[in-house]
């Protein structure tokens, strides 16, 4: 992994390895206490970035070779963006129409789409576009 950080930006480079998930927990851990956020704030920015990045790895790459994911989180004052690179398949998160039956009980809801509705429920904004052949998700979630 490699961190550059700053007063209000850290940018992260991990490789896509399940275990490099525990590092971006940590970092923004750090992050959260560095930039006063509440417990509540920590906690769904932990669930989101974990989600986005674990889904990265498991769908985003058709072969079995080294990857590289970059994150980068801004404290903007009012709100902190993160923003989520990869050069996997592409995927539009807005694009994606999964509507899971939350209502469901576990074993009668379809696979999917869980993930997509709990981003889209905890960020205040979801912005996708794909530049240079490389998917960019940027997170947005007001303090």
Not at 45 to 66: G, Q, R, T, W
Not at 81 to 100: R, Y
Not at 131 to 143: A, S
Request: glycine share 4%; net charge negative.
């Amino acid at each position: 992994m490699i961190v550059n950080h700053s007063t209000d930006t850290c940018k992260c480079i991990i490789a896509n390895q399940l275990s490099e998930i525990r590092n971006i927990v940590n970092i923004l851990d750090d992050l959260a206490i560095e930039w006063g956020m509440s417990k509540k704030l920590k906690n769904q920015l932990n669930l989101v970035v974990e989600e986005v990045v674990s889904n990265i790895m498991k769908y985003a790459y058709p072969d079995e070779n080294n990857h590289l994911i970059t994150l980068e989180f801004c404290n903007e004052g009012n709100y902190i963006e993160i923003k989520v690179v990869d050069d996997g398949k592409t995927f539009n998160f807005l694009e994606a129409k999964t509507q899971p039956d939350i209502e469901a009980s576990v074993d009668d809801r379809k696979v999917g789409g869980l993930g997509i509705h709990l981003i889209n429920s905890i960020m205040d904004s979801v912005d996708y576009k794909r530049i240079d052949n490389k998917n960019v998700l940027i997170l947005t979630k007001n303090i």
